[in-house]
């Protein structure tokens, strides 16, 4: 079960831990993105989302798909991502997924961030002291 | 044929709009469309070469031929999370 | 900064981000080992944990410490484990760390559960419909 | 000295208590206490092969010397999580 979500609202981690949950499953890990203070010595303001929202929606399912061919073991997956303005300290991206066992659950985990940062049509625009930018996935 | 284009983030921004609308060749491909873009918006030209193009929702290389009312958006290089 | 905690009261996941979260800190990470309602085909009824406390926590900091001399820029570690009785789909254990940057927080997260199962002294005693028994690390 | 031996979990259910009080000669070893327990304790003894000691809340090889006043515990395979 995949539930993939794009919000303008703050990140209900709860809601998300008690959707991923399941009687035969023993092992929930999550990732949560967070937005820093500071980068590269700038202090930042906020970071401002824009997606294609339609398309964005689509990859997330196909990244869902594609996390459950290498682990077939993954139970359930949630992928919350935020959009508009997220403020400092805020979470901006959350994926969680749950297992019946742990192995497999945090090279996944670590795949799922990385794919969402590399093929997931969402821009992020930095606004910080010394003016806005758009910044890619490093 | 008319192709409807959809731009974001710092293209949508350099182009002061959040889609472009073309009239292009029935049969125009990936690359044609960009290569029209480049001729018609100069200001966009030089980000091309670093966008990717997705048609009706999914990447699509520079051959692939865009077919009449289907969705067509430049990504700039994403960086979500 | 380490938190390691041994409760008898059911584990808050938001406290405990809410822990870790630090203005330089992009990502968080966490596990949560939940009790399975099924073991081998037994219904599992609940688990009951026993520690040697005082060494518990000794080791549970030690596992820190281990933890912040092979991934350096972890900031926040938090681990919670339960002791007692633990029902069904209940959290037992809750381990989380924050770091600037993602690149090392899985791995990191990989090895605090592994040694945690493996080398602090804490013991489950699994109560299923075909009796109870004592459970060590597979 | 008295020495004072923690037991958990399956030990402490097979002793039927949580710790053990033992009269050990000064100087003596882990090795020798846990020799010492198999003799007096012969519930225990079969699972003594698999049993780790910690002495002063540190695990402890069989060659360590326990100290007068030391918190000795006699820990089965741990199963955390």
Redesign the interface.
């Known amino acids: 079960m995949d539930q993939v979500e794009l919000t303008r609202s703050p990140i209900d981690?709860?809601r998300v831990?008690s959707g991923i949950?399941d009687?035969?499953?023993?092992?929930?890990?999550?990732?949560?993105?967070?937005?820093?203070?500071?980068e590269d010595g700038e202090r930042i303001e906020y970071l401002e989302?824009?997606?294609?929202e339609?398309?964005?929606r689509?990859e997330l399912f196909r990244l869902c798909q594609r996390l459950r061919a290498r682990w077939p073991e993954i139970r359930k997956v949630a992928i919350v991502?935020r959009l508009g303005r997220v403020g400092?300290?805020e979470a901006?991206?959350l994926i969680a997924l749950s297992a019946?066992h742990?192995e497999g659950?945090?090279?996944a985990?670590?795949y799922a961030?990385k794919e969402?940062?590399?093929?997931?049509?969402?821009?992020?625009?930095e606004v910080g002291e010394k003016g806005a930018r758009?910044?890619?996935?490093k | 044929m008319k192709v409807k284009v959809l731009l974001f983030a710092d293209l949508r921004e350099v182009a002061g709009q959040g889609e472009l609308a073309l009239e292009l060749p029935e049969g125009s491909t990936v690359g044609g469309m960009l290569r029209a873009i480049e001729g018609i918006y100069p200001a966009l030209a030089g980000r091309l070469p670093q966008v990717k193009v997705a048609v009706g929702r999914r990447l699509a290389g520079p051959e692939a031929v865009i077919r009449p009312g289907e969705e067509v958006a430049l990504l700039p290089p994403v960086g979500g999370g």
Chains 1, 3 share one sequence.
């Not at chain 1, 009687?23 to 500071?38: D, I, K, S």
């Not at chain 1, 989302?49 to 294609?52: H, K, N, R, T, V």
């Not at chain 1, 969402?116 to 625009?125: A, Q, R, S």
């Not at chain 1, 758009?134 to 996935?137: E, G, I, L, Q, R």
């Open positions: 981690v709860g831990l949950s009687p035969e499953c023993g092992a929930q890990v999550l990732f949560l993105g967070t937005v820093r203070g500071v989302y824009e997606a294609y339609e398309m964005a689509e991502h400092v300290g901006a991206v019946p742990r659950t945090f090279p985990l670590a961030v969402l940062k590399e093929t997931v049509p969402i821009w992020k625009k758009w910044k890619p996935a």
